[in-house]
Nanobody, 120 residues
Framework: QVQFVESGGGLVQSGGSLRLSCAASGSIFSIYAMGWYQQAPGKQRELVAGITSGGSTNYADSVKGRFTISIDNAKKTVYLQMNSLKPEDTAVYYC??????????????WGQGTQVTVST
């Protein structure tokens, strides 16, 4: 199936920056989109940013202008540059991949999540 290596999370002060990386591997024949959802305690998982293999992006209103997502299709890796971080950004960030493996149908695959903590 699909495996993920997520990196870049950790603890940062308010106003600081982090860069998340998510590299996918496995029997991936086609990537349609990759990105991250976040889930904070007591809240539902929600989209932070996504990007299609063609470069179309989508951001949550709360991060627009602060976060930038990019994708390297050859490396099957998506990056999230997070600037001007706020305590409200504290959450577990889950990488996802929408793509096809052995099935012609598109499926969503999830990473295990990485913690981002922004302190005051």
């Amino acid at each position: 199936q699909v495996q993920f290596v997520e990196s870049g999370g950790g603890l940062v002060q308010s106003g600081g920056s982090l860069r998340l990386s998510c590299a996918a591997s496995g029997s991936i024949f086609s990537i349609y989109a990759m990105g991250w959802y976040q889930q904070a305690p007591g809240k539902q998982r929600e989209l932070v940013a996504g990007i299609t293999s063609g470069g179309s992006t989508n951001y949550a209103d709360s991060v627009k202008g602060r976060f930038t997502i990019s994708i390297d299709n050859a490396k099957k890796t998506v990056y999230l540059q997070m600037n001007s971080l706020k305590p409200e950004d504290t959450a577990v960030y889950y990488c996802y991949l929408d793509g096809a493996t052995t099935s012609p149908s598109r499926r969503r695959y999830w990473g295990q999540g990485t913690q981002v903590t922004v302190s005051t």
